[in-house]
């Protein structure tokens, strides 16, 4: 079985400063592999995806994720942290050419200081 | 396209009332989700149809839970009689494909008394 796991639940950073969130997953094939951003009291909000090809995907609102079949990873990075990107981020993880659906990590919330 | 459309927004009831959640996919999509979101169990994959036919109910938690898609465009989700553990945030999300990007509706929060 497919899973997922944010090992950040809670990541507190510097407006202006660098971010990265974890995402490890477990799946024995080539994953889709999402992340999505929820604001508070809000649905959730797709950042960026990947399926294939270049490893390096770029999302919106200046995110990019590295996919690395070495490590499992795919960890979420922007160069530099607004205060409106505060919210919670959900890595997600699909199998492909199966009939499975997306398995959810459990997020990580984001807080953004002045 | 207005994007995945729920209602209510909000929902308080008492425990033993009848509750039913609504949910609009994106025109043309032919798979529709109903997840549930809480803080100790995330966010859950309830059941999910293709072409308005259910194909995978195994995480509907009992059988209080119904879910329903009469036709492509409309699809509900019913718990009957609702207890207050059911309280929690319920979203639909839609996608022309099952393994393609699912858009999420805005959810619905639901309060049970």
Known sequence: ?114 | DAGVIQSPRHEVTEMGQEVTLRCKPISGHDYLFWYRQTMMRGLELLIYFNNNVPIDDSGMPEDRFSAKMPNASFSTLKIQPSEPRDSAVYFCASSPGLQETQYFGPGTRLLVL
């Not at chain 1, 992340?35 to 390096?56: A, E, H, I, N, R």
Request: net charge neutral.
């Open chain 1, 1 to 114: 079985a497919q899973s997922v796991t944010q090992p950040d639940i809670h990541i507190t950073v510097s407006e202006g400063a660098s971010l990265e969130l974890r995402c490890n997953y477990s799946y024995g094939a080539t994953p889709y592999l999402f992340w999505y951003v929820q604001s508070p009291g809000q649905g959730l909000q797709l950042l960026l995806k990947y399926f294939s090809g270049d490893t390096l995907v770029q999302g919106i609102k200046g995110f990019e994720a590295e996919f690395k079949r070495s490590q499992s990873s795919f960890n979420l990075r922007k160069p530099s942290v607004h205060w409106s990107d505060a919210a919670e981020y959900f890595c997600a993880v699909g199998a492909a050419g199966s009939a499975r659906q997306l398995t959810f990590g459990s997020g990580t919330q984001l807080t953004v200081l002045p």
